[in-house]
C-alpha cells in the first residue's frame, strides 16, 4: 500500500548513457513533482504536472524531460548523463486544490561513473 | 539551528530535552508552511503544517511557530527522543500563478540517548 513508489532505489550507469527512473502514486492527487536532492542535502524541484500538464519547469538542462502519461504516473527520462546529476531524485504528489503537504517517494540514488 | 548557509546546520540535544529548530523564509507572498522530517534512505515526511492566517499550530510533541514580520518559522519538539534524529526541512508554498513549495536548506537533528 506504499503512497508513492519510485524505480529503481538505485542506479549506477556511465556517462553518456540515458536513463529513466518511473513514479507512480496511488494517492488520488492531481499534482506531481520531481525533486533533486544534492550532497549538501538541498532539495530542489525540477518539474511539477497537473492533471498530465506542465505547470513548473525549473531551470534544468533539457537533458531531463519528464512525461506523464496519466495523473498517477510522472516518469523521469535523462539523456547524455553527466557526473553533475548524480544526486538523489525525489518523487511527490499533492493535491492542487488547496494547500496540502507532499507525499515524498524514498528516492531514487543516481551515481554516474 | 538555521537553515542558512553552505553546510547543512546541526542541532545536537541529549534525550529528553527540547529541541528548537529554526528557520528563516523568503517571500511575503507564501501563505502556507510544512515541516518535514527526512530519516536516512527515505523520502521528506510531513510532520506539521500552518497557514499563515496562524502564528501557533501544535500536534504531538511538536509545535511549529510562525512570525510573518520577520519571516520565521520555527518547530519545537518537546522531550526529544533518539528516533527523532534526522533532517528537517521547512517549506514554503508561494502564491503566483501555481502553488510553487520551495524547500530550505535542512537541519540535522542529532538526539545524544
Not at chain 1, 557526473?83 to 507525499?103: K, W
Amino acid at each position: 500500500d506504499t503512497a508513492v513508489s519510485q524505480t529503481p532505489k538505485y542506479l549506477v550507469t556511465q556517462m553518456g548513457n540515458d536513463k529513466s527512473i518511473k513514479c507512480e502514486q496511488n494517492l488520488g492527487h492531481d499534482t506531481m513533482y520531481w525533486y533533486k536532492q544534492d550532497s549538501k542535502k538541498f532539495l530542489k524541484i525540477m518539474f511539477s504536472y497537473n492533471n498530465k500538464e506542465l505547470i513548473i519547469n525549473e531551470t534544468v538542462p533539457n537533458r531531463f524531460s519528464p512525461k506523464s502519461p496519466d495523473k498517477a504516473h510522472l516518469n523521469l527520462h535523462i539523456n547524455s548523463l553527466e557526473l553533475g546529476d548524480s544526486a538523489v531524485y525525489f518523487c511527490a504528489s499533492s493535491s492542487r486544490e488547496s494547500n496540502q503537504p507532499q507525499h515524498f517517494g524514498d528516492g531514487t540514488r543516481l551515481s554516474i561513473l | 539551528g538555521e537553515s542558512v548557509g553552505l553546510h547543512l546546520p546541526t542541532l545536537s540535544v541529549q534525550e529528553g530535552d527540547n529541541s528548537i529548530i529554526n528557520c528563516a523564509y523568503s517571500n511575503s507572498a507564501s501563505d502556507y508552511f510544512i515541516w518535514y522530517k527526512q530519516e536516512s534512505g527515505k523520502g521528506p515526511q510531513f510532520i506539521i503544517d500552518i497557514r499563515s492566517n496562524m502564528d501557533k499550530r501544535q500536534g504531538q510533541r511538536v509545535t511549529v511557530l510562525l512570525n510573518k514580520t520577520v519571516k520565521h518559522l520555527s518547530l519545537q519538539i518537546a522531550a526529544t527522543q533518539p528516533g527523532d534524529s534526522a533532517v528537517y526541512f521547512c517549506a514554503e508554498n508561494i502564491r503566483g500563478g501555481s502553488y510553487i513549495p520551495t524547500f530550505g536548506r535542512g537541519t540535522s537533528l542529532i538526539v545524544h540517548p
